[in-house]
């Protein structure tokens, strides 16, 4: 079974829509991470979370909002989509070892179509 | 805020040798890491550098240059299935990861 799995795998929507994108996991990792990732833009970070209390805001947070229901589930919204956040969506997680630099694991990916 | 360059394309034979570069500037450094993406797949850790030098996982290897804000993905033997996308990223202090915008590679015969 997959460590971190995300829902729906593809999803066609049309303009103003909201949608909610969802990532569980089972590796019992605290920090949990939602991804951007656009053609030749490598992958921006939307929002994060360090624990189930913890939100942050990433580079690109505009547009989205994030709900961590627990240490395992970490959603990310689109309240009113809009065509340029067509995109592929990666959720991850990683552990807290105390060292500067955690391995990330990453889910399978959202493909998101905004019509 | 950080930022981070490396090649678009790279194209190499089968069975040869390729290095991926990758400069970056950040407000703090611990360290540099490297991503590979096959298409339609998920980012995959493939090595982290917090200390000059090279270290060696297989036929992959990472080096590190603290003082010249510099590192390189060394792949050795290249085999088709090395085609895939690689990203450098640094972790900026207690932040996540920023990437790189990716370098493609294309193993040909």
């Known amino acids: 079974d997959a460590d971190v799995t995300q829902t729906p795998r593809n999803r066609i929507t049309k303009t103003g829509k909201r949608i909610m994108l969802e990532c569980s996991q089972t590796k019992g990792h605290d920090r949990m991470y939602w991804y951007r990732q656009d053609p030749g833009l490598g992958l921006r970070l939307i929002y994060y979370s360090f624990d189930v209390k913890d939100i942050n805001k990433g580079e690109i947070s505009d547009g989205y909002s994030v709900s961590r229901q627990a240490q395992a589930k970490f959603s990310l919204s689109l309240e009113s989509a809009i065509p340029n956040q067509t995109a592929l969506y990666f959720c991850a997680t990683s552990d807290f070892t105390g060292s500067s630099y955690n391995e990330q694991f990453f889910g399978p990916g959202t493909r998101l179509t905004v019509l | 805020g950080q930022s981070l360059e490396q090649p678009s394309e790279v194209t190499a034979v089968e069975g040869a040798i390729v290095q991926i570069n990758c400069t970056y500037q950040t407000s703090g450094f611990y360290g540099l890491s490297w991503y590979q993406q096959h298409d339609g797949g998920a980012p995959t850790f493939l090595s982290y550098?917090?200390?000059?030098g090279l270290e060696e996982t297989g036929r992959f290897s990472s080096f590190l240059s603290r003082s010249d804000s510099y590192g390189y993905l060394l792949l050795q033997e290249l085999q088709m299935k090395d085609s895939a996308s690689y990203f450098c990223a640094v972790p900026a202090g207690g932040t996540p990861l920023v990437f790189g915008k990716g370098t493609r590679l294309s193993v040909i015969a």
């Open positions: 550098n917090a200390l000059d």
